[in-house]
């Protein structure tokens, strides 16, 4: 018992790692773009102020989005969605599938679930002891299941799901921004300091590696970025996209959709002076 223990801990702590990295970059592309650039760089005055006002307020709207994605908790089902006492009871005692699954469709008549698993089977999850509410999976890392799950991202050590989606879309937006920003103002100094017009041999690192790592993850970010705007148009998760979701009357990939403002409504809420901020707007 000691060792899972001790195991399941050390996952904990490890999955930690790929936020601590972003993290540290983060710390070292703020220092290498106020310090190395806008302080011993860049020689205007007011190209120096621009540049460091603008830089400040998507580096804010980025950090808040990034560290909201990562403290909220994903939705998990209700209790309503638990087995009856009585049926539970049978259910556990039951040693047939089928029966155990005939069990589960007259529970299901009363709830508002309308999805099947692919063999027309009711979604239960014997981990939760919860019969799955539309769009809901069971998350493995999170060890609970998530409500619209989207998927478990390293990168924030958290389930993207009904209660964040919002917030990982603006975590993307605004990570987006910040590497557009910085390559855009970065670039003509990191020609300079490419082609020698500039020899100040302690920026040089950190001006070059700031673009090119900025580059990198600009194009990265933009792919990911323009994916979820489409899922967001068409009310699709990731999930809901690499296989479409099936109703009693068989797959509809389109089964969620409300319309095009529908959909991006049910995202980000009905109040759209709140959109751009990581708070909920519904």
Same mark, same amino acid.
């Given at each position: 018992?000691?060792?899972?223990?001790?195991?399941?801990?050390?996952?904990?702590?490890?999955?930690?790692?790929?936020?601590?990295?972003?993290?540290?970059?983060?710390?070292?592309?703020?220092?290498?773009?106020?310090?190395?650039?806008?302080?011993?760089?860049?020689?205007?005055?007011?190209?120096?102020?621009?540049?460091?006002?603008?830089?400040?307020?998507?580096?804010?709207?980025?950090?808040?989005?990034?560290?909201?994605?990562?403290?909220?908790?994903?939705?998990?089902?209700? %209790?309503? $969605?638990? !087995?009856?006492?009585?049926?539970?009871?049978? /259910?556990?005692?039951?040693? #047939? +599938?089928? *029966?155990? &699954?005939?069990?589960?469709?007259?529970?299901?008549?009363?709830?508002?679930?309308?999805?099947?698993?692919?063999?027309?089977?009711?979604?239960?999850?014997?981990?939760?002891?919860?019969?799955?509410?539309?769009?809901?999976?069971?998350?493995?890392?999170?060890?609970?299941?998530?409500?619209?799950?989207?998927?478990?991202?390293?990168?924030?050590?958290?389930?993207?799901?009904?209660?964040?989606? %919002?917030? $990982?879309? !603006?975590?993307?937006?605004?990570?987006?921004? /910040?590497?557009?920003?910085? #390559? +855009?103002? *970065?670039? &003509?100094?990191?020609?300079?300091?490419?082609?020698?017009?500039?020899?100040?041999?302690?920026?040089?690192?950190?001006?070059?590696?700031?673009?090119?790592?900025?580059?990198?993850?600009?194009?990265?970010?933009?792919?990911?970025?323009?994916?979820?705007?489409?899922?967001?148009?068409?009310?699709?998760?990731?999930?809901?996209?690499?296989?479409?979701?099936?109703?009693?009357?068989?797959?509809? %990939?389109?089964?969620?959709?409300?319309?095009?403002?529908?959909?991006?409504?049910?995202?980000?809420?009905?109040?759209?002076?709140?959109?751009?901020?990581?708070?909920?707007?519904?």
């Amino acid at each position: 018992m000691a060792p899972r223990c001790a195991l399941r801990s050390c996952r904990r702590i490890l999955r930690w790692l790929p936020v601590g990295f972003i993290h540290l970059v983060l710390l070292w592309s703020y220092y290498a773009y106020v310090v190395e650039l806008c302080v011993y760089t860049i020689p205007s005055d007011a190209e120096r102020i621009s540049y460091l006002v603008v830089f400040h307020v998507v580096f804010f709207m980025f950090i808040w989005s990034y560290w909201k994605m990562i403290c909220s908790s994903p939705a998990c089902p209700s %209790k309503s $969605f638990g !087995l009856p006492k009585v049926e539970k009871e049978q /259910y556990e005692r039951e040693q #047939s +599938a089928e *029966v155990q &699954q005939e069990l589960l469709k007259k529970v299901v008549l009363e709830m508002p679930v309308y999805t099947r698993t692919a063999g027309g089977a009711v979604r239960y999850c014997d981990f939760c002891q919860v019969i799955k509410p539309d769009r809901c999976h069971h998350c493995s890392t999170c060890e609970t299941c998530v409500l619209k799950m989207d998927h478990h991202c390293p990168w924030v050590n958290n389930c993207v799901g009904f209660s964040n989606y %919002k917030f $990982f879309v !603006l975590f993307l937006g605004y990570g987006f921004m /910040y590497c557009l920003v910085i #390559s +855009a103002t *970065v670039v &003509q100094y990191f020609v300079k300091f490419w082609t020698k017009k500039l020899i100040e041999a302690h920026a040089k690192f950190h001006i070059l590696f700031l673009f090119l790592v900025a580059a990198m993850f600009f194009i990265s970010i933009l792919c990911l970025f323009s994916y979820h705007i489409w899922l967001i148009g068409q009310n699709r998760t990731t999930n809901e996209a690499m296989r479409a979701p099936v109703f009693r009357s068989g797959p509809d %990939k389109n089964g969620f959709s409300l319309g095009f403002k529908g959909n991006v409504a049910e995202v980000f809420g009905d109040r759209k002076r709140l959109w751009l901020f990581p708070v909920f707007s519904g």
